[in-house]
């Protein structure tokens, strides 16, 4: 147990729950605290100005997925920009983070790499191409993205499918392209929030379908996600500090 420790979820809106990666951090004795930038009301006029806690204060920080993207500062430069700056100095201090989706595509970018749009989205269950299944197995894992990044120099890339890289580390920083977190609960908060599942059907995609397959899968992603958290914590979180 790591008991008596914090984590810190940055939460860029309103319906980004943990799912199984909140629940196996409070297995191993970590005390959760969420932080959400733009709330609800603001949800299309997302250009807020926060208030930042003390982000070196804690143990762990995990970076969460965004509707918007990590390029548009235009968009959402009140508060993307400086995320940008407060992470870089968590990483350089040593303390672990785990970056989701907008989380590692922000990792990407501050270390160093880029983020664009992609050719086409990934939107559902897919399995990806590991090099180290110990750390992320194939899957298959959830996807939900448009854009994608270009791996940091220095990093090691540990995943990828034929559109986008997946998974990095950076010292003790842990970058995923995929939602770990996603069970049927957070995948609902999504459709159902403002343009959710317009969005999916978009994609020429069956909202009901897409509920359907993630209650399938939910006992085993769920499974992964838990065993996901212990490597991370395990191996990545004690891992030599690498600055940048």
């Not at 918007?68 to 400086?82: A, C, F, Q, S, T």
């Not at 989701?100 to 880029?114: D, E, H, T, W, Y």
């Not at 995923?176 to 059907?201: A, K, N, R, T, Y």
């Amino acid at each position: 147990m790591d008991a008596n420790k914090r984590v810190l979820f940055i939460e860029h809106d309103h319906v980004s729950e943990g799912g199984p990666i909140w629940a196996q951090f409070s297995k191993r004795g970590y005390d959760i605290s969420r932080f959400n930038i733009v709330a609800e009301p603001h949800f299309n006029q997302p250009n807020v100005s926060v208030i930042w806690p003390d982000l070196l204060s804690f143990d762990i920080v995990v970076v969460m997925g965004s509707p918007w993207g990590v390029w548009e500062d235009e968009r959402i430069g009140n508060w993307l920009l400086p995320e940008l700056k407060l992470v870089k100095e968590v990483h350089n201090a040593g303390i672990p983070i785990l970056g989701i989706c907008f989380g590692g595509q922000l990792m990407a970018r501050v270390l160093g790499g880029s983020v664009a749009r992609g050719p086409k989205a990934e939107l559902g269950w897919y399995r990806i191409e590991s090099n180290d299944p110990t750390l992320i197995p194939a899957g298959p894992w959830f996807q939900y993205h448009w854009d994608r990044w270009a791996t940091p120099p220095g990093a090691v890339e540990i995943a990828k499918t034929e559109l986008a890289n997946q998974a990095f580390t950076f010292g003790r920083t842990l970058a995923l392209q995929f939602h770990p977190e996603i069970d049927s609960h957070v995948l609902d908060l999504w459709l159902e929030m403002d343009g959710g599942s317009e969005e999916v059907e978009g994609e020429g995609m069956s909202v009901e379908a897409l509920r359907e397959e993630t209650r399938r899968q939910e006992e085993f992603s769920n499974k992964r996600a838990y065993d996901l958290v212990d490597q991370f914590l395990d191996r990545i979180a004690g891992a030599p500090v690498q600055r940048f």
